[in-house]
């Protein structure tokens, strides 16, 4: 089966993102009714946003957030579009709609259906911290100043370690070294885990450095695509590390007991 073949969805599975939702909404037993004001036409959408936000919330069910993905993802595109508008900073809008889009996913206890634009507030203020994160990486870099070898060569080092310290420093890097690999190998074993499509979008994401853009065009397929299979990918690889490492964390507070 080619890459393309694999991210390719039937279209009952993309088309009517709202209907999506409301069927979804009224299998578990959710109505509009639910949230204050929803009766006004003008924010049917916006209530249908903050409902199934509300059911993630209660239910953490994958099902209602990528329903919830689909119905908002291009009003949160849209959003950090023109935001970045406004900085001409040259970030990257799918990198923040994505990093938006995990936070929204980790940080559900946080939200509150308390009226029908609930979510598109909340969800503008995560695309604000998601843009002033990137902001604040750019700005935290320290400029390096170089001095001439010569005048380097008239300073002796007052900052020189004795050989003890050295030791230790050594010895602490070879530690870190060695967890490091751990890590690395335990990433492996739960990227290997990951379904073949998974694995091929990801290679080119984060190995290759394609943007999400890049990798939609090769494959024929919608950048929407692409982006919720990176998504999904790297969520499987963190849940599944951390279950590793908990496990191990388990079995060595056992053992010491």
Same mark, same amino acid.
């Given at each position: 089966? $080619?890459?393309?073949?694999?991210?390719?969805?039937?279209?009952?599975?993309?088309?009517?993102?709202?209907?999506?939702?409301? $069927?979804?909404?009224?299998?578990?037993?959710?109505?509009?009714?639910?949230?204050?004001?929803?009766?006004?036409? *003008?924010?049917?959408?916006?209530?249908?946003?903050?409902?199934?936000?509300?059911?993630?919330?209660?239910?953490?069910?994958?099902?209602?957030?990528?329903? *919830?993905?689909?119905?908002?993802?291009?009003?949160?595109?849209?959003?950090?579009?023109?935001?970045?508008? &406004?900085?001409?900073? =040259?970030?990257?809008?799918?990198? +923040?709609?994505?990093?938006?889009?995990?936070?929204?996913?980790?940080?559900?206890?946080?939200?509150?259906?308390?009226?029908?634009?609930?979510?598109?507030?909340?969800? $503008?203020?995560?695309?604000?911290?998601?843009?002033?994160?990137?902001?604040?990486?750019?700005?935290?870099?320290?400029?390096?100043?170089?001095?001439? &070898?010569?005048?380097? &060569?008239?300073?002796?080092?007052?900052?020189?370690?004795?050989?003890?310290?050295?030791?230790?420093?050594?010895?602490?890097?070879?530690?870190?070294?060695?967890?490091?690999?751990?890590?690395?190998?335990?990433?492996?074993?739960?990227?290997?885990? +990951?379904?073949?499509?998974?694995?091929?979008?990801?290679?080119?994401?984060?190995?290759?450095?394609?943007?999400?853009?890049?990798?939609?065009?090769?494959? =024929?397929?919608?950048?929407?695509?692409?982006?919720?299979?990176?998504?999904?990918?790297?969520?499987?690889?963190?849940?599944?590390? =951390?279950?590793?490492?908990?496990?191990?964390?388990?079995?060595?507070?056992?053992?010491?007991?």
């Amino acid at each position: 089966m $080619t890459p393309a073949a694999m991210l390719r969805v039937p279209e009952s599975a993309v088309a009517g993102p709202v209907s999506r939702a409301e $069927t979804l909404l009224v299998v578990r037993g959710r109505t509009m009714a639910e949230i204050p004001g929803s009766a006004a036409p *003008l924010c049917r959408e916006s209530a249908l946003a903050t409902l199934l936000m509300d059911e993630f919330r209660c239910t953490r069910d994958r099902d209602v957030f990528e329903a *919830l993905v689909a119905l908002v993802a291009p009003q949160l595109f849209a959003r950090v579009r023109r935001k970045l508008r &406004t900085l001409d900073a =040259g970030f990257d809008p799918h990198e +923040l709609l994505q990093d938006a889009i995990i936070n929204i996913y980790r940080y559900p206890d946080r939200f509150e259906a308390s009226r029908p634009g609930a979510f598109a507030a909340w969800s $503008t203020t995560i695309v604000d911290n998601a843009i002033r994160r990137q902001l604040r990486q750019r700005r935290s870099g320290v400029p390096l100043c170089l001095s001439p &070898t010569e005048v380097l &060569t008239q300073h002796a080092c007052d900052g020189s370690l004795a050989p003890d310290q050295q030791a230790q420093d050594h010895e602490e890097c070879q530690q870190t070294g060695a967890a490091f690999g751990l890590l690395l190998q335990i990433y492996l074993q739960a990227f290997a885990h +990951l379904s073949d499509r998974e694995r091929y979008v990801l290679e080119q994401v984060e190995v290759h450095q394609l943007r999400y853009a890049e990798v939609a065009a090769q494959l =024929g397929v919608r950048h929407e695509a692409v982006k919720m299979v990176v998504f999904r990918a790297r969520k499987r690889v963190h849940d599944r590390i =951390g279950a590793w490492l908990g496990a191990a964390l388990g079995h060595a507070v056992e053992a010491a007991a």
